[in-house]
């Protein structure tokens, strides 16, 4: 499914310094998606058809509150839906059901002490 949506990462930017997170925009089918796009943790859902993703918010250069939403692409109706949970740092593990999320609280998900799970609350199409 990867192949056939032809996903690809533009103007790719290193955030938070330390080697990442890394983000950019992301097109899907030659489409842009969304920007903000943390690159490396992307999850197909091919029974809903669905693609997930995480997207980063700053909220101004002055305010230093920057946090990340999962929002997700419906393949079937091409809208973009975001939960309104925040997180400091993520790594989707998988989608568990269409919303219970299994994330690492962190930007990789090397360390399994990291590991929590949360049900994503009300997605609001962006």
């Known amino acids: 499914m990867n192949d056939i949506l032809n996903i690809k990462f533009n103007n790719p930017n290193q955030i938070l310094g330390m080697g990442g997170p890394w983000i950019g925009d992301l097109s899907i089918q030659n489409k842009q998606i969304s920007q903000n796009v943390i690159i490396d943790n992307i999850i197909l859902d091919k029974n809903l058809r669905r693609v997930y993703f995480i997207v980063y918010k700053k909220a101004s250069k002055w305010v230093k509150k920057n946090y990340f939403l999962v929002r997700y692409l ?45 049900i994503l609350k009300n997605p609001s199409q962006v």
């Open 74 to 118: 419906d393949i079937n109706t091409n809208k973009i839906f975001e939960f309104e949970n925040q997180f400091n740092m993520i790594f989707i593990h998988e989608i568990d059901t269409a919303k219970k999320l299994v994330y690492y609280d962190a930007f990789h998900g090397e360390n399994i002490n990291l590991k929590k799970s949360v």
